[in-house]
């Protein structure tokens, strides 16, 4: 019997020293002490908050997410990196920076400021970017995919500064330097099971974190929900609200010479409803410009989606265009309404010059006061003061 005792106790403790060993090599989510210590309440490893299941609106079906599904463990390590000035070579510019929350994570600035200079376009709003046919980013498209793009601007001389040029450190080096930084670590380990870090996760964290940002809590959202269709009138709308919608969605109709004799304004030939993401095929839409120069540029062929881009006063949160040279929505309006047609411009979208002249809508005072207000049924505040998008250090 004695004998049984002492096997039994020596099982005993040899389970204790295996779940002991077990809890060093595979701490739980209660155990990381350096995000609780950098990021207190605003990160709770045991309580994460809520990125992959938020939602949304059974009549919102584009979604350019392929192989890189969001998590809240991934999304939360992309905030912590889209906000952490680390990324930047000097330890002053994060991508919180340029893509403010408050202002639908673009810039009040025409070009944001960089670690050596400006950027060369303005900050495109992120808002929904998710929610889109359109898989490739930057106004010109050069990224494949918004994986590709975020660590485009980490690699910018002008931007972040980590070029591998011109005297900068290389991607590699800022690898080295996130390795180096306990949170990181743990962060790393929660998200992808171990502390190994790379360009490509954190690529795939960053657009986690992007991609979670949503805005469906709209009166146009409301309306939408009522009807099932874009088309008919939306009970909560006003008669010009309801007005607006019917120009924004129905195309013009032109005579021979290329003056509107009726019919809606077409702006959803480009920007659809209801997600209003830019149709990938579009070509540039007669902004040529270029920030700080006198210079063209018919590049820029890509918008961010038209949800959140005015505030409460009915106004644009960011300037608009690529060069932020429409400061307001009447600017915008005017643009449309009489499309500048210039020889430097050889990638113009077809659909704004009808025939071969340039568009021209001849829009009327009471179609403009409606589309204005159609327009601010498309934006809500929720996003910009949501604590899941906000800067955690």
């Not at 106790?9 to 040899?14: I, K, N």
């Not at 469906?216 to 008919?232: L, Q």
């Not at 480009?270 to 120069?293: A, L, M, Q, W, Y």
Request: hydrophobic share 35%; glycine share 8%.
């Amino acid at each position: 019997m004695r004998r049984i005792h002492v096997l039994v106790g020596a099982l005993v403790a040899v389970l204790t020293l295996l779940v002991g060993a077990c809890k060093e090599s595979s701490p739980s989510l209660a155990t990381y002490p350096a995000i609780k210590a950098t990021f207190g309440t605003k990160i709770d490893p045991d309580n994460l908050a809520n990125y992959a299941n938020q939602g949304k609106p059974s009549y919102i079906l584009k979604d350019n997410t392929t192989d890189n599904p969001i998590t809240d463990k991934g999304a939360t390590l992309g905030r912590v990196l889209f906000y952490d000035v680390n990324l930047s070579k000097d330890n002053t510019i994060s991508c919180g920076h340029c893509h403010k929350q408050q202002f639908a994570f673009s810039d009040t600035a025409s070009a944001s400021s960089g670690v050596n200079g400006f950027t060369g376009r303005h900050s495109m709003r992120l808002i929904n970017s998710r929610f889109s046919a359109e898989t490739k980013f930057f106004w010109d498209e050069r990224a494949g995919s918004l994986e590709n793009q975020t660590t485009q601007p980490v690699r910018d001389h002008k931007e972040m500064g980590f070029s591998g040029a011109n005297g900068d450190p290389s991607i590699d080096d800022l690898v080295t330097k996130l390795k180096a930084i306990d949170y990181y670590q743990e962060l790393f380990t929660m998200a992808y099971g171990n502390k190994d870090i790379t360009e490509q996760r954190i690529k795939n964290a960053l657009a986690q974190f992007i991609r979670s940002i949503q805005s469906f809590d709209t009166k146009f959202d409301a309306g939408r929900a009522m009807v099932g269709n874009d088309v008919a009138p939306f009970p909560n709308f006003t008669i010009e609200e309801n007005q607006g919608k019917q120009l924004f969605i129905a195309p013009p109709q032109f005579d021979v010479a290329s003056n509107r004799l009726g019919g809606g304004l077409g702006c959803q030939g480009c920007h659809r409803s209801p997600e209003f993401d830019i149709d990938p095929n579009t070509k540039n839409n007669g902004v040529i410009g270029v920030i700080g120069s006198l210079s063209a540029d018919i590049t820029n062929t890509r918008a961010p989606s038209l949800r959140n881009l005015l505030g409460t006063d009915g106004e644009l949160i960011t300037p608009a265009m690529h060069d932020a040279s429409l400061t307001t929505l009447d600017a915008v309006i005017d643009h449309y309404n009489a499309i500048p047609l210039s020889g430097a411009n050889t990638n113009l979208d077809n659909r704004l010059r009808p025939g071969i002249q340039a568009q021209k809508l001849q829009i009327t005072a009471a179609e403009r006061a409606a589309l204005k207000a159609f327009l601010k049924t498309l934006s809500s505040n929720s996003a910009s003061t949501d604590v899941r998008w906000s800067n955690p250090f």
